[in-house]
């Protein structure tokens, strides 16, 4: 029986294989490869050149190198299909599952695509044309059509020879979905029901019939929170007249959770998104992706400078008040940043809806009361440490209880208000909010300056 080893020592099983390779010693990096599962060889091949990653793909067991194919990072994939001909490109392509297919078409150009069709196999090609009908991102595109169907008049037995019959793929193999002769959807049964069950029992005396869908319009992000909130390993997709389709699976919704967790990052860190990962994008691209924010946020921070310039005879009348803007505008910026990145978060998982929704902004309110108080008596102190007049402290500790206080909120609402306008929350990244909190924090500063001054 093949056993597939598990590695974690990559390094110098790496470096051992690239020596395999270099000096054409083909049989033993064979062997070596051939005990791995497909995900540590993805991995290797990742680590490889382009060259070696060609040579170690060509050692692969058929039906191994289609599961480790189907691991790759896009640009391996690519990679691969660059130094193939037709036939092998035609040959995984057949091969590969139409969710994993249908991943790499979403990256390659439009001509490539309707080339790689060509190479198809009438039934894939029509499997693929049917998925690519779908829009991007949404349940259609990721699904898998080879779920295993059964009508409600089968018996146990003649449903688990169907199942066999099938072969379904095994993400696919512990759920079987009940259908009419329309195909609609009319519940589920798993494999453990059928092994349990007697031979002759019909099929809709034990199916479930509550059974959780999506459409195949659903974006993927919410068939994604569906199998992670009822703890699914796949739900399955139906189109809008309610017709069973495919399914999605576990392994696809952690790789979407993965992918939107990513863009959340870089959009929170004001890193333009791209449908390039960033570390993978060309060298040019990531400086593009990043200077157009930074060069927006740049000409955002020329306003605070402004604002400063516009208050500077109170300046002039207290020099003293300009040594704690620093203080008060990154305060504001920490504040508002904090509340921002748990609102994101809260909306992106779905836990922020309706009540729910009002209990965070009520209890957020509160928090950033209390915490105006707290960091308020903090900067009273710090005045008083640098021993300065009693009416700076008094400026400092309220401008600062007022700066948290407002920054709170507005990091509360900014991502709540994007979310209104159907835009992603995660616009209202860190160093936007840090802005914008910025210029409020100075009018305020200087504000509350002016009425205690009386200038």
């Known amino acids: 029986m093949d056993v597939e080893v598990v590695r974690q020592d990559f390094p110098p099983l790496v470096e051992r294989i690239a020596g395999l390779l270099e000096e054409g010693r083909y049989n033993e990096a064979k062997q070596e490869v051939n005990a791995l599962h497909p995900a540590d060889i993805a991995e290797i091949m990742g680590l490889l050149d382009s060259e070696k990653q060609v040579l170690l793909f060509r050692l692969l067991k058929k039906d191994l190198a289609i599961a480790v194919f189907e691991q790759l990072d896009f640009e391996h994939q690519e990679n691969l299909l660059r130094h193939f001909t037709d036939a092998k490109v035609a040959e995984i392509l057949n091969q590969m599952s139409p969710d994993d297919r249908m991943e790499l078409f979403d990256e390659l150009p439009a001509k490539v695509v309707k080339k790689l069709l060509n190479l198809l196999e009438p039934p894939q090609r029509d499997i693929a044309a049917s998925m690519l009908g779908y829009p991007e991102n949404s349940a259609g595109r990721i699904m898998n059509p080879r779920v295993v169907d059964l009508k409600e008049y089968y018996t146990v037995e003649q449903a688990l020879k169907r199942f066999r019959r099938l072969n379904p793929p095994e993400e696919l193999s512990y759920t079987a979905y009940v ?44 068939v994604a929170q569906v199998i992670q909130k009822y703890d699914l390993l796949a739900v399955p997709v139906v189109d809008r007249e309610g017709r069973l389709v495919g399914a ?178 995660a616009i209202a990244a860190t160093p936007v909010i840090t802005t914008i909190v910025d210029i409020v924090g100075v009018i305020i500063y200087f504000r509350i300056a002016q009425v205690f001054l009386r200038l």
């Not at 449908?275 to 605070?304: C, Q, S």
Request: charged share 20%; aromatic share 6%.
């Open 179 to 222: 259908t009419d002769a329309e195909r609609h959807l009319l519940g589920s049964v798993t494999l453990r029901d059928l092994v349990l069950a007697d031979p002759e029992d019909r099929i809709g005396d034990i199916m479930n019939r509550e059974v959780i869908a999506v459409s195949t319009d659903d974006d993927q992000e919410k």
């Open 248 to 425: 999605v699976t576990v392994d696809d919704a952690i790789d979407i959770i993965e992918a939107e967790a990513t863009e959340d990052i870089h959009r929170l860190a004001a890193i333009r998104t791209t449908e390039d990962e960033y570390l993978h994008a060309p060298f040019w691209k990531r400086i593009k992706n990043r200077f157009i924010w930074l060069a927006v946020l740049l000409i955002m921070g020329t306003l605070t400078s402004f604002v400063i310039q516009g208050f500077s005879e109170i300046i002039q009348a207290v020099v003293a008040l300009s040594f704690f803007i620093p203080m008060l505008i990154d305060t504001g910026g920490n504040v508002g940043s904090q509340s921002t990145t748990v609102v994101v978060r809260g909306l992106a998982v779905g836990e922020l809806e309706g009540k729910s929704l009002w209990r965070v902004v009520l209890s957020e309110t509160l928090i950033g009361g209390i915490l105006g108080i707290l960091l308020g008596v903090i900067g009273v102190i710090r005045v008083i440490f640098l021993r300065e007049s009693p009416i700076v402290g008094l400026i400092v500790g309220l401008a600062i209880f007022i700066i948290v206080f407002v920054s709170n909120l507005i990091g509360v609402f900014l991502p709540v208000l994007f979310k209104k306008m159907r835009l992603d929350p």
